[in-house]
């Protein structure tokens, strides 16, 4: 994933539920929705996320959140 892949994905996480409103990593991230949805588009097409609804996304595999959140704890070392 790319720095900004990256970026959007542990906005994902921080929100702290399975299903993000894109709106809410936006506001995490802050960026505009017309930044978020390409990266939305990018990682939908790679597969790491998937639509949920309408607004909303998840991740593709099961615990890839957990993942990232171990990933967020050790950069910040």
Same mark, same amino acid.
């Given at each position: #994933?790319?720095?900004? %892949?990256?970026?959007?994905?542990? $906005? #994902?996480? =921080?929100?702290? /539920?399975?299903? +993000? =409103? $894109? !709106?809410?990593?936006? *506001? =995490? #991230?802050?960026?505009?929705? +017309?930044?978020?949805?390409?990266? /939305?588009? =990018? @990682?939908?097409?790679? *597969?790491?996320?998937?639509? $949920?609804?309408?607004?909303?996304? !998840?991740?593709? @595999?099961?615990? &890839?959140? /957990? &993942?990232?959140? %171990? *990933?967020? #704890? @050790?950069?910040?070392?």
């Amino acid at each position: #994933m790319t720095e900004k %892949e990256r970026q959007f994905v542990q $906005a #994902m996480v =921080k929100i702290g /539920r399975p299903k +993000g =409103k $894109a !709106q809410e990593i936006g *506001q =995490k #991230m802050d960026k505009k929705p +017309g930044y978020i949805s390409v990266y /939305r588009r =990018k @990682l939908i097409d790679d *597969q790491i996320i998937m639509p $949920a609804s309408y607004g909303y996304v !998840q991740f593709m @595999l099961p615990y &890839f959140d /957990r &993942f990232i959140e %171990e *990933q967020i #704890m @050790l950069d910040e070392f």
